[in-house]
């Protein structure tokens, strides 16, 4: 009979920006495919998860244990010992971590695309000038049609953490919420790492790169002139 115990996986500010990340590709997706008076809502959003996506790339280079990019990239070794069922560690396991990087890889795509994004309607990206619009035209082409691959893999990550639930009895939710996983493995090492530090410092470049998406280094257009009346006679 295995003995188990509650070992902490995940720290706050992943759950909290796995979460938050949910909750914003919703709400883009909705503003997105009704459009209109709502385009304007899309395009804050955009520049929310920006920032958002900047701070889980800082995050995963100076965050806790389980968070870091270099402790989950799956190399050859790590994917033939999962596809062999010999696969044992904590945090993603190696195809969880593909799944993982494509998305960020798909929505840094694109956030950036629809930056310089121009519908010639209702919308035009914050940093749409910095690029010619044959250039932003392309953009805003891909813009449109990578959401489907967004979708695709959203739905394949969602496959995936329903199979898990339903045939190996793996709840993979659970731990994003409370942190913590229930493991067999006496000698499981708990995530270390990451701390209040870490997290300002997280936060401060990721409201710089918000600040710079949403324009602040391009100059505002020149005034309109100043329109004189006529000299009376």
Known sequence: MSLTQSVKVWDFPTRLFHWTLVLLTIAAF?????????????????????????????????GSTYARFLQFIPGPKRILAYLRGQWHGMGHNPLGAF???????????????????????????????????????????????NIWLIIGLVSLHVASIVFYAVVKKNNLLLPMITGKKEVDDPVALPARGGGWRAFIVAVAIAAGVTWVASGGLIPPPPPPPVQTAPAAW
């Open 30 to 62: 909705v503003t997105g495919f009704e459009g209109g008076n709502l385009i304007d809502c899309h395009g804050k959003i955009g520049v929310a998860l920006v920032g958002l996506v900047s701070f889980r790339l800082v995050w995963g280079f100076i």
């Open 99 to 145: 799944s993982v990087l494509g998305l960020l890889a798909l929505m840094i795509f694109q956030l950036g695309s629809g930056l310089i994004t121009d519908d010639s309607i209702s919308f035009t990206g914050p940093l749409k000038d910095l690029v010619s619009q044959d250039t932003s035209d392309l953009f805003t082409g891909l813009h449109k049609q």
